[in-house]
C-alpha cells in the first residue's frame, strides 16, 4: 500500500489538452522502450511509479507513450505526452519536462515538439519573424546581408568606422560580434551610441534602411538596462545568446511592447545539445525552441565552415524555422561562421531566397577596399534572385 | 595588408592578468594541435588570425596556448590563457571565453578552470557553503539528510503534510521537487506558505533546526519575486536549475544582501554538457561553475543510480567542491537521483562526511511509516559517523 494520498487534486484543474515531444532514443528496442515508459515518469513525478496511487497523478501527470517505433533512421523513436498543466505556463518549466533530468541519461535525443493551440497561445513568439524584418529594410525578396563587428580589441571608434563602411557597401543588418560585452577596449554605451549613429548616418546616405544590432548578452540584472540604452541610442535590434542568458530571459524581451526590436538569437554555450546523439536535435533547438522564445532569426554555423554542421542538419533548421507552429510566425536562419564569398552561390541553392547570409572575417579576404568587398558580395547575391 | 588599424586601444587598458582553461582535445596530435590553435582565435576574435594587425590584440586579446601535451587520458590537453579584462568582470562573458563557440565543435571538452586571485575577487562566490550550512543546521560532522517533496499533482496541504513527516524523521534539508514551480495543483506560494510553516512546525517539535528549500526556477521576471516572497514565508533556502534561468541568475540570488539564503543547484537541462566527450568536466560544470555562480551544494546524480556518472566522475565533482579557488568556500556535493538506503555505506565510504545525501522515492519503499523510515535512514547514518 503506498504511503502517497492523493485526495485533495481537483480533476477539473486538468483540461485533457497535451503537448507531445518526440524523443530517438538509442539501444536495442528492449533498452528503448524501458527508456520510453522511464522518461514518462523522470520528467514529470520523478516518482517511484508503484508509490504512486490510482487517480488524478497517474491519469494527468504521469508522461503517455503515444507512438513507439523505428521512425527511420537510427534507434527508435517515441512520441510522448505531458498535461499542458504541467509546465503552468512557464517556457522554463516547459523546457524542463521535455529534457530536464532526462538531459543527464545518455541515448536520448529530442526531434520534435508539437504544441497544441491551447498551450501555443502562451508563449508569443517572433514578433517581427520574417515578414516583420523584410518589412523594415523593405527588402521583399532577396536573401538579407549581414556581417559582425569584430575583433574584439577595436576601440568603439574603431568598430563604428567598420559599421559605416559596411552600411555603404550595402549591409542589411550590422551585429556586434558575440563576444563583444562591455570590455573597456569598446565599452557597451559608447559602442553602441557610436555605432548607432554611424549606420544611421551611412543609412541616410545610402537611402536605404540598415538595422545596428548590439549584443546585449549580459549579466542578468544588466540585460534589460542594455536593452532599453540600445533602444534609445537608436541600435536597431538586439543580439542575445540564450545559452548564456536562458531561454526564457529571450522572450522576455521579445514580449516586451516598449522595446519592439527585432531579435537575433546567437549559439554561444549551445553546441553541447547538438554535438553528439544524446542532446536536442538541431531542429528543436535552433529553430523551435528559438521560435517558441522569441527570436526573429537564427544564428547557426553553416556546413562548410569551420563548424561541423552537415547541409542536412542546416535544412532541418531551416525546416523549423518556418514549419506551422500554430499563429507563431516564421523566422529567419542565419548561417555563419567561416564563411566566404564563394559558398554564397551553393547557399542560395540549399537554402532560398529566405535567410540572412552572416559572414564575417570573409569580407576582409577578397580585397583592399571594404566597402567593395561589400559591394561585391551583394551584387553577386543580386545576381542570383 | 590588412583593412583593420587599431590605434586607438592604449595598452595601459591590459593588466597583463591571464586566466587559464585546460582543454582536452581529440584526434590526432595534429588534430588537436590545430584545435588548439583554433580556441586561441574562436573564443576572443573570432576574425582571420592572419587579418588583425600587430599590436594589442595580437598581445592580449589572443588566447595563448601555455601548455600542450597528452596530459594523461584520452587525447591531448592544453592549458590555453586569456587576458582577464576580456570577460568585462561578467560570468555570462567569462563563459563565453571559456567555451561559447567551442561548444559548437566536436572534440573539445573544458576540463579545468584556473581563475587569479585578481579575477577571483570579482565572484563572491557561495555565501555559506559547506561550513555556512553546518552552522545553519547545527551538524557540525556528520552527512546531512535531505529529500525531496513529491510527486508533482499532490496539493499544497499534502505536500505540507509529508514536509512534516520528514521534519519528524530527522531530516536536514527538505527540498521541493525540481518540477514543481507554479502549477495549480500546488500553487508556488500557497506550497511555500504551508511547507515553510509545516517544517517550522516540526522542526519546534524535534528541537533540531530544519531547511525548507523550495524550487525558485521559473520565468525570468518572476525568480527575485519568487525568492522574496520564500524569504519573507520562512523557507530556509532556495534551489535553481541555471540549465533553465542562467549561472548568472543564480549568482544575482547568492550575492543579494536581502536574501542571503543557502542556495542548491539542480542539474536539469545541463546533461548534454557530460553526456558525451564533447563539453564540459562534471568537476567543471556541477564543482567549479556552481561555486563561481554562488551555490552552497551542488545536486548532481549518484554513480550506481538511475543516471549515468561513474564513481570516478562523481569523486571529481567532490573534488572541485573543495579544490582550492581563492577565497572562494567549499560548498556540499547532494548526489542523489534513484538512491536507496542500502546504498548509504558504500557512498560515505566513497564520499566521506561532507555530504549531503539526497533521497526521495527510496524512503517510501522501507516501510510503510514514512517517519520511521526516515528515521532510520538517519540511524543508519549517525552509526557510520
Known amino acids: 500500500m503506498s504511503i502517497i494520498k492523493n485526495t485533495c487534486t481537483p480533476a477539473t484543474l486538468f483540461s485533457g489538452e497535451r503537448f507531445s515531444v518526440t524523443y530517438r532514443l538509442f539501444g536495442s528496442e528492449t533498452e528503448a522502450r524501458a527508456k520510453a515508459e522511464d522518461i514518462c515518469i523522470e520528467q514529470t513525478v520523478e516518482f517511484p511509479a508503484e508509490e504512486v496511487p490510482e487517480g488524478i497523478i497517474r491519469d494527468h501527470v504521469f508522461g503517455r507513450i503515444e507512438q513507439f517505433g523505428t521512425g527511420g533512421g537510427d534507434g527508435f523513436e517515441a512520441i510522448i505526452?505531458?498535461?499542458?498543466?504541467?509546465?503552468?505556463?512557464?517556457?522554463?518549466?516547459?523546457?524542463?519536462?521535455?529534457?530536464?533530468?532526462?538531459?543527464?541519461?545518455?541515448?536520448?535525443?529530442?526531434?520534435?515538439?508539437?504544441?497544441?493551440?491551447?498551450?501555443?497561445?502562451?508563449?508569443?513568439?517572433?514578433?517581427?519573424?520574417?515578414?516583420?524584418?523584410?518589412?523594415?529594410?523593405?527588402?521583399?525578396?532577396?536573401?538579407?546581408?549581414?556581417?559582425?563587428?569584430?575583433?574584439?580589441?577595436?576601440?568603439?571608434?574603431?568598430?563604428?568606422?567598420?559599421?559605416?563602411?559596411?552600411?555603404?557597401?550595402?549591409?542589411?543588418?550590422?551585429?556586434d560580434d558575440h563576444g563583444l560585452s562591455d570590455q573597456s577596449c569598446s565599452p557597451f554605451e559608447e559602442r553602441v551610441r557610436l555605432c548607432s549613429a554611424a549606420v544611421q548616418k551611412g543609412s541616410r546616405e545610402t537611402g536605404q534602411p540598415c538595422l545596428y544590432i548590439p549584443n546585449i548578452t549580459a549579466p542578468h540584472s544588466e540585460v534589460m538596462k542594455r536593452a532599453r540604452f540600445a533602444k534609445e541610442a537608436g541600435a536597431g535590434g538586439m543580439m542575445v545568446a540564450p545559452g548564456l542568458i536562458g531561454f526564457d530571459l529571450m522572450r522576455e524581451l521579445a514580449d516586451d511592447d516598449s522595446l519592439a526590436l527585432p531579435i537575433l538569437t546567437h549559439p554561444a554555450l549551445q553546441g553541447s545539445f547538438v554535438t553528439s546523439r544524446n542532446g536536442i536535435s538541431h531542429g528543436v533547438l535552433f529553430g523551435q525552441l528559438a521560435r517558441l522564445a522569441g527570436a526573429d532569426a537564427t544564428i547557426f554555423p553553416n556546413f562548410g565552415g569551420r563548424f561541423s554542421f552537415s547541409r542536412e542538419e542546416c535544412k532541418e533548421i531551416v525546416t523549423a524555422t518556418a514549419e506551422r507552429m500554430g499563429e507563431l510566425k516564421p523566422i529567419f536562419p542565419a548561417p555563419g561562421g567561416g564563411m566566404s564569398l564563394d559558398k554564397v552561390p551553393d547557399m542560395l541553392e540549399t537554402y532560398g531566397q529566405d535567410l540572412i547570409f552572416l559572414i564575417g572575417g570573409g569580407?576582409?579576404?577578397?580585397?583592399?577596399?571594404?566597402?567593395?568587398?561589400?559591394?561585391?558580395?551583394r551584387k553577386m547575391v543580386e545576381a542570383m534572385e
Open 81 to 175: 505526452s505531458y498535461a499542458n498543466e504541467i509546465v503552468a505556463g512557464e517556457l522554463t518549466q516547459f523546457m524542463n519536462v521535455v529534457f530536464g533530468n532526462s538531459s543527464i541519461k545518455p541515448g536520448i535525443r529530442v526531434e520534435h515538439l508539437d504544441l497544441p493551440a491551447s498551450l501555443l497561445r502562451v508563449f508569443k513568439g517572433p514578433r517581427f519573424g520574417r515578414d516583420g524584418l523584410r518589412a523594415l529594410l523593405k527588402v521583399p525578396k532577396r536573401p538579407l546581408l549581414s556581417t559582425a563587428l569584430k575583433p574584439m580589441g577595436l576601440s568603439s571608434q574603431e568598430l563604428a568606422d567598420l559599421a559605416y563602411q559596411f552600411v555603404l557597401g550595402g549591409m542589411d543588418i550590422i551585429k
Open 363 to 377: 569580407l576582409f579576404r577578397h580585397g583592399p577596399d571594404l566597402v567593395q568587398n561589400c559591394r561585391h558580395f
